[in-house]
């Protein structure tokens, strides 16, 4: 059967359209391959702009860098097939330096995982739920060979709060509890129960009743730490389980230290709690290990896996146990179900990009580039001290801490009107994360780096002469 490419009907006014004209139009836009013409990019981007205002949330538009009366950009390709390169509906090319977050390790779509999806849609999209899927197999087979220590059981999720989800209820099956640790400063999510181990207050406040049984200590205290694992043991309030991002992203790219982590491994094992690590940020490769936890050599009772296990083709999210944590899901398989998590294409993906992580030395790539790209940034921080606090991270996982919230947004502003894209939003930019796919080259990366000094110069000559206040 041929599909039909529609032709887009550019320029139609809202009461010349058909629900017809807006599906015409709307599939056109999909099926178009080459560039928009300046008029199309124009008209495109005011549309998208009404329609975010009017169907999706216009909160969003109120503090994206990439939204301003001036200039609004709108996405609408990659550049190179595995590269960092991506442009928008006027074909302005930027480097990519926030990466989804981290859901790019292996580049923007990827020759072999895209090649890896089409194979698969021709095959199949959807399993049936009944007959045994053999990707998924595999998938959990090849996941569980790279995976840390005696993780072997895998559940697959769509998304890196929903493998949060799965660790959380794994350790209360495991333990018959429920009460747990996380960190001041960390993020596991948005859905309710990832939510109670986020830390930040603006998130949590509107669910606070609803959430669920978490302390939140401050992170690298070990004593507090051990205080509340006594506490809690000795008022029959025993822990569940301790959750711990190797590397804070949200929080701030601050890492965990070997000491904590290895503390936390200690104290979860005399007390009999689940030791869970949310590698959704942190995991394929982006600290210069495959793992986060690989830098203390700790292994968890249970992991999340999340953003780059699809490869940045499709949405793909697991968490993995040992054998002991598994037991008790095993004695009831359908406690804990989900329609497309596994899904064949979604598997796929993630098997392409597991292989390409491990033959394309990627985790090698990483570290060599992060600490290229490390150096760098704290040569910048020498540069700009009044700008800049501290220049920070793991791999490709950096960060650069400002000491004012404004100068960092500028500096993210800046940095995007000059083609580079970090974090940074109008309310969170006092620390701007810096998470490239891996494959940035080194001459990208230079770059950048470019981009960011002139950004820096103009940030402090706008300091020198603003009006002193009186």
Known sequence: MSVKKYKTPFILTEKERTLDDEFRHVLGLIYKEDSLNEEEAKYITEEVVEYWEENVNPGFLEYRKSVSDEHTAVEWKDGEEGGAIFRSMRGIEYIDCLGGFG?????????KVVAAVRAQLKKQALHSQELLDPLRAYAAHLLAWIAPGDLQYSFFTNSGTESVEACLKMAMLCTGRNHFVATTGAFHGKTLGALSGTSKA???APFRGALMDFVHLPLNDISALEAHFEGSDFTGHSIAGVILEPVQGEGGINITS???LRAARRLCTQYGACLIFDEVQTGMGRTGKMWGCDH?????????????FGGG?????ACIGSATVWAKFMENPFIMTTTFGGNPLAMAAAIATMEVIHNEGLVEQARVKGEYFLLK???LRERF??????ARGLGVMLGLEFHKNDDGYRFSAGCFSRGVLVSGTLVNARVVRIEPPITISMEQIDAVIGFMT???IDIEQNHTSAPAKL
């Open 313 to 317: 083709v499709m949405p793909a999210g």
């Open 202 to 204: 603006a998130y949590r």
């Open 103 to 111: 859901i790019f390790n292996v580049g923007h779509r990827h020759p």
């Open 377 to 379: 940034l704290e040569e």
């Open 454 to 456: 002139e950004t820096c």
């Open 258 to 260: 070997v000491d904590y």
């Open 385 to 390: 001290p009044h700008l800049i606090k501290e």
């Open 296 to 308: 203390a050599r700790v292994v968890p009772d249970i992991m999340a896996v999340g953003k780059a």
